[in-house]
């Protein structure tokens, strides 16, 4: 997936609009990844995503996206990112991310989550953790002064301190009227490297990580990407605004937001570590 505008400073008013689909859409993961549980397909999740977005007055963005023929991407287990929902049933242990993106009046929104389908193996539970505070850990480098290379620094010099690695060969991105708009977000990189962050940057923050090898390829079906080792990954993303107070969370879900996450970062300190 890559598509491109030029790249300019959102304004104020603007990200407030993409802080309303923002909600929506973290609503939208939130009831997905409830749903997850042993005897349910990944159609029956893109089927639900696909009727929540369309009931919010929403358009599912991923749908028809260069060619891509479900409003939500499923990846399960060694599948890394962008798995296409189908006849595939989720089995107890499995670890399920969920990609959603949608449009609203013009305005996009990006996230995603993973959950483990039951009880959860200490991996699993622990390449969950692990992934989930590299994003804050990237979203709180996400202020201006700093550049984009040390969103990428943070996220992964705290995966490679656990353990596990990020995967190189897809990256997070700016957004706005468009999915992908400049720049690139990598979750790796050098401090003091990439774009200056300013107030009004708006990027899409998604560390993908293996639990063995970064090697990745893609299947026939031109879509799936998966680990080359056959080992699990994760994913975790949110749409996080650079504002002067601090990263804005756009994407929150719920239980994040009872959290009180997005305070806790806009005030500059340490996330809870709470998994999600």
């Not at 990428?152 to 353990?163: K, L, P, S």
């Not at 080992?231 to 937001?257: I, M, W």
Request: charged content about 20%; overall charge negative.
């Amino acid at each position: 997936m890559s598509r491109a505008e030029t790249f300019r400073l959102k304004r104020s008013e603007e990200i407030a609009k993409m802080h309303e689909a923002g909600r929506i859409l973290g609503r939208c993961l939130e009831e997905l990844a409830a749903m997850v549980r042993p005897g349910i397909s990944t159609d029956d999740l893109d089927r639900a995503a696909d009727t929540f977005i369309r009931q919010a007055g929403c358009i599912p963005g991923f749908l028809g996206y260069y060619d891509y023929p479900k409003s939500l991407c499923v990846s399960v287990n060694d599948e890394v990112v962008h798995g296409i929902p189908g006849s595939r049933v989720i089995r107890d242990g499995d670890l399920v991310s969920l990609d959603c993106g949608l449009i609203l009046d013009g305005w996009w929104a990006d996230s995603g989550c993973s959950v483990a389908c039951g009880p959860a193996t200490d991996e699993v539970q622990r390449l969950l953790d692990v992934t989930y505070q590299g994003l804050w850990r990237g979203i709180e480098a996400a202020r201006p002064g700093n550049h984009i290379g040390d969103i990428g620094h943070a996220v992964q010099t705290y995966v490679e301190a656990q353990g596990f690695t990020v995967v190189r060969n897809y990256v997070g991105h700016g957004i706005g009227r468009n999915m992908h708009e400049p720049p690139q977000v990598p979750n790796y990189g050098q401090p003091g490297t990439g774009n200056l962050l300013k107030a009004g940057y708006v990027l899409a923050i998604e560390p993908m990580v293996n639990a063995g090898a970064p090697d990745v390829h893609v299947l026939d079906d031109g879509w799936t990407v998966v680990t080359d080792d056959g080992r699990l990954a994760c994913y975790f993303e949110h749409t996080v605004a650079v504002t002067d107070e601090g990263p804005r969370v756009l994407t929150l879900r719920p239980s994040e937001l009872a959290e009180g996450r997005n305070a806790t970062v806009v005030a500059g300190g340490e996330p809870p570590r709470t998994a999600a």
